[in-house]
């Protein structure tokens, strides 16, 4: 697979994931605890390269845990997940050493604009906190993207 039938096919996969993400958005912004201060939403590619990847919400703020737990039933926003039927939704996968492009760059770079696009879908978001899309280990050329400042819409 090339470089770019492989963002074709990861972008196309994301989209039809867009509304699933729209329902689940409200809810984590509802959720956020008032000692949250940023709504990290983290982009993790797989270690080995392959495409594999999860998106998932993160707050910063006191005490992580207590109030991470606060947004744990709405923080998955997108989970790949291998089935008996293939890997659900069926993003691309790919065998690393085969091909000669940067898959976790390219992941989370696609995964950036997708959540911008539903992000943005919505016009003015109310929400205190900035909210701030990650690549989990650097990986992605065109993360940190604020997504929101904490500033009213």
């Given at each position: 697979?090339?470089?770019?039938?492989?963002?074709?096919?990861?972008?196309?996969?994301?989209?039809?994931?867009?509304?699933?993400?729209?329902?689940?958005?409200?809810?984590?912004?509802?959720?956020?605890?008032?000692?949250?201060?940023?709504?990290?939403?983290?982009?993790?590619?797989?270690?080995?390269?392959?495409?594999?990847?999860?998106?998932?919400?993160?707050?910063?703020?006191?005490?992580?845990?207590?109030?991470?737990?606060?947004?744990?039933?709405?923080?998955?926003?997108?989970?790949?997940?291998?089935?008996?039927?293939?890997?659900?939704?069926?993003?691309?996968?790919?065998?690393?050493f085969d091909v000669d492009y940067p898959v976790n760059d390219i992941v989370v770079d696609c995964a950036a604009k997708w959540l911008q696009t539903v992000w943005h879908s919505f016009g003015g978001i109310k929400c205190d906190i900035p909210v701030v899309i990650v690549?989990?280990?650097?990986?992605?050329?065109?993360?940190?993207?604020?997504?929101?400042?904490?500033?009213?819409?």
């Amino acid at each position: 697979m090339t470089e770019s039938e492989f963002i074709a096919k990861l972008t196309a996969v994301l989209d039809g994931q867009s509304d699933a993400a729209r329902t689940q958005i409200p809810l984590l912004l509802a959720s956020l605890p008032d000692a949250a201060t940023r709504l990290d939403l983290q982009i993790f590619p797989a270690q080995d390269g392959g495409g594999f990847f999860t998106v998932r919400a993160s707050v910063d703020g006191p005490n992580l845990y207590v109030i991470n737990k606060s947004i744990d039933a709405h923080a998955d926003l997108f989970d790949a997940k291998y089935t008996e039927d293939g890997v659900q939704p069926p993003i691309p996968i790919v065998d690393c050493f085969d091909v000669d492009y940067p898959v976790n760059d390219i992941v989370v770079d696609c995964a950036a604009k997708w959540l911008q696009t539903v992000w943005h879908s919505f016009g003015g978001i109310k929400c205190d906190i900035p909210v701030v899309i990650v690549g989990h280990d650097d990986y992605g050329t065109v993360t940190p993207v604020e997504l929101h400042s904490g500033a009213a819409a």
